[in-house]
């Protein structure tokens, strides 16, 4: 019998991929999207069932878990989340489902200074509570992050962060999204457990600067700026982040990072899909011209 899966944010960076991956395993797709549109055409296309959905409305997500065997939860960087997994959790537990794979996040900690990341803390510790079998991904930095500041790269030659001289290991959407896909494919071997997902390389922002400017063949600086700092820039912007959420989260993983406290790397993802994870130089590489 076919494992018949829902994955929430299915128009998303992570979620396009998993629906794209389980298709191509031959599993039922069910994509859950805020509307649709071109992205849920191409779903459509792909041959996933579109449904339309709100995490934040607990029938709506009732709805959407008929019928479902296993689930992929995602949020957005917004507000909503507890209300949304809590809509969850209990949809899920009517339906009895035999995994769900949430996609949390390195700083999710008891005492992380950001509200969202103290969020997603939470948000497990709920699920873990819930009766379903559940898996937590807690991937660091995406590699997309780099992609918001596109247009400051292309015209002023630099990358303007607050991670001071920090290392981190950052990982892309799609590796992400192979992880989550071969879990749900095998849900008994990896319920109840919490993966951090790392790519494949510590970098210093210094280091990101030096392979970008390889990369698109001139020089890339990097500007350090105090957290709150960067904060003022995002609020001065017009950033889809440009919210006071989003900037309290940006200034309090920034301290995290800066302490130290988001190093280490493992080999979670090649362990789980048997593929290693794309590093920084491939990622910018499939991105010809977005950097200039």
Do not use: C
């Not at 991956?21 to 069932?49: F, I, P, T, Y």
């Not at 510590?202 to 020089?219: H, P």
């Amino acid at each position: 019998m076919k494992n018949n899966i829902l994955v929430t944010g299915a128009a998303g960076d992570t979620g396009t991929h998993v629906v794209s991956q389980l298709l191509k395993a031959g599993a039922n797709v069910r994509a859950m999207v805020r509307q649709e549109d071109q992205r849920s055409d191409a779903l459509k296309n792909s041959g996933a069932e579109i449904v339309v959905g709100d995490l934040n409305d607990f029938n709506s997500v009732s709805a959407a878990l008929k019928g479902m065997n296993t689930a992929y939860f995602v949020y957005p960087l917004a507000p909503g989340l507890l209300e949304a997994t809590a809509y969850f959790a209990q949809a899920a537990r009517e339906e009895q489902l035999k995994l769900v794979v949430n996609v949390s996040q390195r700083t999710s900690l008891r005492d992380a200074p950001s509200h969202s990341a103290q969020n997603h803390w939470v948000a497990e510790r709920m699920l873990d509570r819930s009766g379903v079998p559940v898996t937590h991904l807690q991937p660091t930095l995406f590699m997309e992050w780099l992609v918001y500041f596109a247009e400051d790269i292309r015209d002023n030659s630099r990358i303007v962060t607050p991670f001071g001289k920090a290392k981190y290991a950052s990982i892309s959407s799609e590796d992400i999204a192979r992880v989550a896909a071969a879990i749900l494919l095998d849900p008994a071997s990896h319920a109840g457990k919490i993966y951090p997902l790392f790519g494949p390389q510590e970098l210093t922002q210094y280091e990101v600067a030096k392979i970008l400017s390889d990369q698109v063949g001139r020089t890339i600086s990097y500007i350090e700026v105090e957290p709150e700092a960067f904060g003022q820039i995002v609020s001065e912007s017009d950033s889809p982040f440009n919210r006071p959420f989003n900037i309290q989260h940006f200034i309090g993983i920034a301290y995290m990072f800066r302490s130290g406290r988001l190093e280490g790397m493992n080999n979670n993802v090649e362990e789980i899909t048997g593929t290693k994870p794309r590093s920084f130089a491939e990622f910018i590489s499939e991105r010809p011209g977005l950097f200039g």
